[in-house]
């Protein structure tokens, strides 16, 4: 159990273009900032700069809006074009109401707009979240081992709101190197109660952590977290996913 945690800007990182090699840019920014890897460090990189070095950017000029998206456009005031791709992007639409677009995504993530985003990214343009964070994450952990010789967990982090709660927080959309849950289920508390329910989401507070580091304006795309005692074992943000099953809200 952890008991003092730090958490850490990683600064001086150049604007991403699609094809660079975000594993060296973050190791190298490190090292300007004196900072060695030690193993039980985690990674936290925000879905942007993973979306960019991906090459998941789009020119919306070069998108044509189906009569759907057309529609749709008119009744949530959302640029056309922004609606189509988000409906690429979506396997399901959860709600749509008040100039709002909740969808799930072929990842399995329940967000506003599929996750398209135009923030940061420049005019005309918008992001997509990556194909598969997990293997993002995995790669980019296997590419820091490989420069750096240590072998750190990795998440990837998008920023979500949430239902019931006001704000937007950081969340673990993809995960590498560490379980992103911790199951206290059939434990006993110190009055001899056992938990039955409990189920903490370790990779999402770990990325909510980081986010009081990126701020919104202040180009910090990655944080190194310091002394969360994280156990080296396989992962998936997935696992942080409710099924519909056992969801009560579907």
Known sequence: ???????????????????????????????????????????????????????????????????????????????????????????????????????????????ANAGVDQSNVGMGRATLLPEDPDASAERLREEIKRLTGVDVGVIVSDTFGRPWREGLVEVAIGVAGFCPVADYRGQQDKFGYTLRATIVAVADELAAAAGLVFGKTQQIPAALIRGWQRRIQPGSARQLLRPAEEDLFR
Do not use: H, W, Y
């Open 1 to 111: 159990m952890a008991t003092a945690i730090q958490i850490i800007g990683i600064e001086g990182i150049p604007e991403v273009k699609p094809g660079d090699d975000l594993a060296a840019l973050l190791v190298e920014a490190l090292a300007r900032q004196q900072l060695s890897l030690r193993p039980t460090d985690v990674l936290v990189v925000t879905q942007k700069v993973v979306s960019k070095a991906e090459g998941r950017i789009v020119e919306l000029k070069q998108v044509e809006p189906s009569p759907f998206a057309r529609t749709v456009a008119r009744r949530t005031g959302k640029d056309a074009r922004l609606v189509e791709l988000i409906l690429r992007q979506t396997v399901r639409v959860v709600k749509m109401d008040r100039g709002l677009l909740l969808t799930e995504t072929p990842q399995g993530l329940v967000c």
